[in-house]
């Protein structure tokens, strides 16, 4: 076979490369799609990063998602958008009229997969997000861009969530974890961003019967990936939207950047790392 194009690849860049479900889930894009590409684990250490990301046509590759420990220095490497930007990290690297790009895809992830799982979440003046870090960020953004007209953080670490509200102005309100049972019955979109609920970690202690009845649920911890906070909304009849509904959404823009064409998170993928992750 002559082959006048090499087959276009991406990479994950990590260090240590830890087990990540992109490769599982961009190879079922590329399979069920038809294309001919790659996408590669790449274990880079921080001190070479920076020659790997300058490089990275040269190392074959079109494009990238970054992830610990690299994802603050892909910002600076590269012209991000204002995604990336607002959240202070970039975890999707591509090509754009010669020149390196990135976004932060953690936004549409979050917002793409509320729109799947709750249709008309969006109705809400009110949402309140549990949590102050890089994911809060991601979150308050996508909630601000949406329109959303108020947003209250609250966070284990007052000042964190006050330095959040800083940077995104007026329409963010930092409040103390106290606040919680009061903010509930207000809040139309309840989102959980710390990792509190995670394998390992202690559950949220949070009293869902004070949401609103056509209130909705987002978790961000997909391992389990029923947190005792989805379960508990689920049994009170809430709409939900999980974390692994996000973290296939977000590779959406990745895979549609770098190999021209829009894959769709069906439920077959969705079984393929569900059975990955209960392997754990
Ligand atoms: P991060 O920057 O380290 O922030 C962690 C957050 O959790 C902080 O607000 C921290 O509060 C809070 N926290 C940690 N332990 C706590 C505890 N015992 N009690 C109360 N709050 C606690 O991490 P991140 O990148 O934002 O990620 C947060 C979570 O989102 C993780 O579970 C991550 O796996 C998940 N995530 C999921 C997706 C997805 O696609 N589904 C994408 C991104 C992240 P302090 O500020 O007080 O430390």
Known sequence: M????KARAACLIGWPAAHSRSPLIHHYWL?????????????????????????????????????IPHKERALALSTP???????????????????????NTDVE??????????????????????GAGGAARAVVFGLLERGIARVHVV???????????DQFG????????????????????????????????PALELD??????????????????????????????LKTADGLGMLLHQAVRGFELWFGQRPQVTAELRA?????LTKV
Do not use: K
């Open 81 to 103: 958008d204002a995604r990336a930007r607002a959240v202070g990290a970039a975890n999707t690297l591509w090509y754009e009229s010669g020149e390196l790009r990135s976004t």
């Open 109 to 130: 992830g979050f917002i793409d997969n509320l729109d799947a799982c709750a249709p008309g979440w969006d109705q809400t003046a009110e949402a309140l997000v549990l």
């Open 272 to 276: 393929l790392i569900e059975a990955d």
């Open 208 to 237: 869902v019967s004070r949401l609103a009845a056509d209130a909705v649920v987002a978790d961000l911890v997909y391992v389990p990936l029923e947190t005792p906070l989805l379960a508990a909304a689920r049994a009170r009849g």
């Open 155 to 165: 966070n284990r670490t007052p000042e964190r969530a006050r330095l959040l509200a």
């Open 2 to 5: 002559t082959t006048a194009t």
């Open 31 to 67: 399979r069920t799609s038809g294309i001919e590409g790659g996408y590669n684990i790449e274990a880079v250490p921080p001190e070479g990063f920076a020659e790997f990301v300058t490089h990275l046509s040269a190392h074959g590759f079109v494009g990238a998602n970054v992830t």
């Open 170 to 201: 007026a329409r963010v309100q930092p409040a103390p974890w106290q606040a919680i049972a009061e903010l509930l019955p207000r809040a139309g979109l309840l989102v959980n961003t710390t990792s509190l609920g995670m394998l390992g970690q």
